[in-house]
């Protein structure tokens, strides 16, 4: 069975442009969460999806940034436009659901540098 | 809010010795679950060990045990008989016992070097 999927894997832009994260779930997993590590700093939660629906994005840092699932499977990120301080390793992550506490499967992370 | 303290950015210790890694954090929470998650190199983050907070016996997994001191709000990860293949990141996290729709609370992380 495939693992949680990003894409891409690393990602280096200009200030100003545009970049999309993607992230592919497990099959079934109706929980996916985005989290984002600056470097040096702790993991931050920044969004849950539970399938198309946003159960939280309460960690989204401002509206530079857009998340979307559609229908309920893979997800995107979309950092528009970029800022220096965007620069990090952003993890996905999908559970089953939130009984399984601790079951929480993450993706290699995307790192995004910022220039 | 939950805040999780790692105080040792780096660990270097030789193949075959016995490392700890340490972890508090701060909650006015009573349930809850705390986990150590390691990320090698290049590869995804898995989850090491899990302990949850109602159970007084730590938690053990294989090489891999836990020093839970709920009063003290310390969670430290002991690894014996270090292998290369310990070489990675490791995160203390918590979570409330509900779940809680924002997931973990992490640490800042351990970088653990296993050399030969």
Redesign the interface.
Known sequence: EAGVTQFPSHSVIEKGQTVTLRCDPISGHDNLYWYRRVMGKEIKFLLHFVKESKQDESGMPNNRFLAERTGGTYSTLKVQPAELEDSGVYFCASSQDLVRVGELFFGEGSRLTVL | AQT?TQSQPEMSVQEAETVTLSCTYDTSESNY?L?W?K?PP??????VI?QEAYKQQNATENRFSVNFQKAAKSFSLKISDSQLGDTAMY?CAF?T???G?????????THLIIQP
Not at chain 2, 42 to 47: K, T
Request: aromatic share 20%; proline share 0%.
């Open positions: 999780v679950y986990f998650y990320q290049s590869r995804q983050m898995i989850l899990r995160f979570m016992a509900g779940g729709a924002d997931g973990l609370t992490f640490g800042k992380g």
